[in-house]
């Protein structure tokens, strides 16, 4: 139903093709919501839930400038998802921008680094109701 793409991550170092999210990093994915039925739709209850077990700190937005919770672009973001109407088509929700926050702990930066296991996971979900 989701469709993600994303961009911006920053890559390891010059002439390393891998890409790593770190303090100091940001990126963006788009966020589109796919009707591949034969009827249209409504949707609602759009909701983004957060997994961060290691407490990385990263940031959300939904216009890459005013940084903050999760909860805060899930508002913004489910005011748009919840008034799509949809008809073998996909609806564009959002962009949602995140960056972690590089505050200066270098004691708590480097134990994430060293680490290497940290995540952070975010599970999309939302109700689609068919239209008569």
Known sequence: MFEYSEINVDENGAGDSEYVIAPGTSGSMDIYIVNNSEVSVTIADFQITETNTDSIPIEY???GIAFGTLGAAVTTLATTANDIYLYESSGSVGTLYWRWIFNGDDAVD???GLAGT????LAFSCTATQVD
């Open 110 to 112: 480097t134990a994430l």
């Open 61 to 63: 937005s939904t216009d």
């Open 118 to 121: 940290a995540e952070v996971s």
